[in-house]
């Protein structure tokens, strides 16, 4: 072979089961070569990983930018998950939303449209529809829109865009016939209406504290047993977002044990803060659903470990303070912003304070995610993988600061919190992004991601 683009050296390579001392071979954005160094081609450029990790680039599946509940475009919010070691995201195309105002004549096609055109991001992204309307024209949409590469689909049980359970199950049975992925927000939308009123009608009602009461883990878990039997029954693949809690997680393991195809997924911030964070940051740290308790947290980690929750994401919100605070809980809005150090904060808690191995970690942020939503060329370091690589510093530590968002964020929840491990280099398709917290990349290089219908029984 001539001469090639790159060698990365001097790492040890991280992948979803093993870990070992090498180079990686890297040409036209494309990893050719994994092993020793003086087996492979002769490089132009030689990049030393100075005894560092080597991980696959992270794959964030539940992200929200450019749409109506983020102030962050597609360049503020992929320069942060660059800086965090994200290479490849999904975010969410809502159906009828459209320069700022919903529109009810509104498409899923429509939607993917405004998110293809116009935009300048860092890294490589794609993106889920969201079904906010119940209207066969939906249900017609759908094929097209799986053949254009378009292959999951969001929905929720509650607040103002909730999808009735019978269409909900009504979808599955399409998705089911196209080999495409319903996600959905399961919280049940009756409880957390009742419970909502009851807690503001309390003497201390509008303190943060008393927020998720408003939302209880309950109220999830019948939600999340809902809708997971419409998916069995629907022979579907269905992908649980954000669980909570134990209830939550518990009511999805009693669904799977039948081979079912149903899979799901946590976030960082559920994994290392519990609710007592409402009583420290307030407002600024509400998210749907709430945090729990701290038991919940063990339990999350019980349920990474057996399999039932197979997935770590972000569900990266960027919201201003002023959006946050100044009033009751209830009129803030909702999310937290997390691309930027989600990958130092969930390595922290699960490799250095619970034991989790490099491979359980890299399975759980990149090859998993990849797998699950058609994406066979993300989250792997082998021949013929995308070059989406992160050099990652195990043993530095050092305290996360709000000064240093890339996110249009002008705060986090993660403000003042020491971690050990941090981003050294992140790479997309071979092209060097991120440097030590600098964007080095213009924007515009990540390319929008057309993926395959996923085989979910590899």
Request: proline share 5%; glycine share 8%; aromatic share 8%.
């Amino acid at each position: 072979m001539t001469a090639i683009d790159t060698l990365l050296t001097g790492g040890t390579v991280v992948t979803a089961n093993s870990m070992f001392d090498a180079a990686v071979a890297i040409d036209d954005g494309t990893i050719v070569g994994v092993g020793d160094e003086q087996a492979l081609p002769t490089a132009t450029r030689r990049i030393d990983a100075d005894g560092n990790l080597i991980f696959p680039g992270i794959v964030d599946p539940h992200t929200h930018l450019a749409g109506y509940n983020t102030i962050d475009s597609y360049e503020t919010g992929t320069a942060a998950a660059a800086v965090g070691g994200v290479t490849s995201l999904l975010t969410f195309a809502w159906q009828g939303w459209d320069d700022g105002e919903w529109d009810e004549s509104g498409t899923l096609t429509g939607a993917v449209e405004r998110h293809r055109e116009g935009v300048s991001p860092l890294i490589d992204y794609g993106v889920h529809p969201v079904i906010t309307q119940e209207t066969p024209e939906v249900l017609k949409e759908l094929p097209a829109l799986v053949s254009d590469g378009i292959t999951s689909f969001k929905m929720f049980t509650t607040d103002d865009i909730r999808l009735s359970t019978g269409f909900i199950g009504r979808v599955f049975d399409r998705l089911s016939e196209l080999g495409a992925v319903g996600m959905v927000h399961t919280e049940d939308y009756a409880v957390c209406t009742e419970q909502t009123k009851a807690v503001q009608s309390e003497p201390s009602g509008d303190s943060t504290t008393a927020y998720p009461r408003s939302r209880p883990d309950y109220a999830e878990a019948m939600a999340a047993d809902s809708v997971a039997r419409l998916a069995v029954e629907a022979d579907a693949k269905y992908y649980a977002v954000h669980t909570t809690s134990k209830a939550a997680a518990d009511a999805i393991a009693s669904v799977r044990t039948d081979g079912s195809h149903i899979r799901a997924e946590t976030c960082t911030h559920y994994t290392v803060l519990d609710d007592s964070t409402y009583a420290r940051l307030g407002n600024r740290s509400i998210m749907a659903p709430p945090l729990r308790k701290h038991d919940d947290i063990d339990a999350l980690f019980e349920r990474l470990r057996n399999g039932t929750l197979s997935v770590v994401s972000t569900d990266h919100v960027a919201i201003p303070t002023d959006q946050k605070e100044g009033g009751p809980w209830w009129e803030s809005d909702f999310g937290v912003n997390s691309l930027q150090t989600s990958l130092p904060v969930f390595h922290d808690e699960a490799v250095n304070q619970r034991g989790f191995s490099y491979p359980s970690l890299v399975n759980l942020l990149c090859t998993t995610p990849a797998r699950i939503f058609g994406l066979p060329s993300k989250g792997r370091i082998e021949p013929s993988a995308d070059a989406d690589l992160v050099v990652f510093d195990p043993d530095e530590t050092y305290t996360i600061s709000a000064d240093q968002n890339h996110s249009n964020a002008d705060y986090s929840i993660y403000d003042g919190r020491e971690v050990t491990g941090r981003v050294k280099k992140t790479f997309v398709r071979g092209t060097l992004v991120a440097d030590s917290g600098e964007i080095v990349a213009e924007p515009g290089h990540g390319q929008f991601l057309s993926r395959v219908v996923p085989d979910w029984n590899q």
